[in-house]
């Protein structure tokens, strides 16, 4: 089971759990060009069994490169009932645009694999979005 901090403000820390779904969303929301924001995002093992051969894919899909993954403290591991084990991802829009990526947590857990989805809007600030009209010089 994939579980992450509820994103869609900036500053939320909400922590949600996402049951039996076929796959999980993570959405950095919108980010200004230049910045980088990086979420953490854990998977637990809600069963009564351990969940073995942990093993995180590689991003792919529209936008890979503008996602990473940067820290990978499950892949490998054997998770006990009740264990947990953390991924960091960042997200770093190169440009104004919609960005995705997608990657895969394959394991023995039955809900095997599970799709991770990783979305995220490049912004400018607005103070620098205005287009200012050049005057004639007097």
């Known amino acids: 089971m994939i579980c992450a901090p509820s994103i869609a403000a900036p500053d939320a820390n909400i922590f949600k759990t996402i049951n039996g779904q076929p796959d999980f969303l993570i959405d950095f929301g919108e980010l200004e060009v230049g910045f980088v924001r990086t979420i953490g995002v854990g998977y637990s093992n809600v069963g009564g069994g ?79 979005s205005d287009r200012f009209q050049q005057l004639p010089p007097p």
């Open 50 to 128: 351990p969940i073995a051969n942990i093993e995180v894919g590689k991003l792919h899909g529209d936008d890979p490169q503008v996602f990473s993954i940067v820290q990978d403290n499950c892949s490998g591991l054997t998770l006990a009932p009740g264990q947990s084990c953390t991924l960091f991802f960042s997200f770093d829009p190169p440009a104004m645009a919609d960005y995705s990526a997608e990657l895969l947590v394959t394991s023995s857990a039955p809900a095997s694999p599970e799709l991770v989805r990783l979305i995220g809007t490049g912004v400018i600030d607005r103070i620098f």
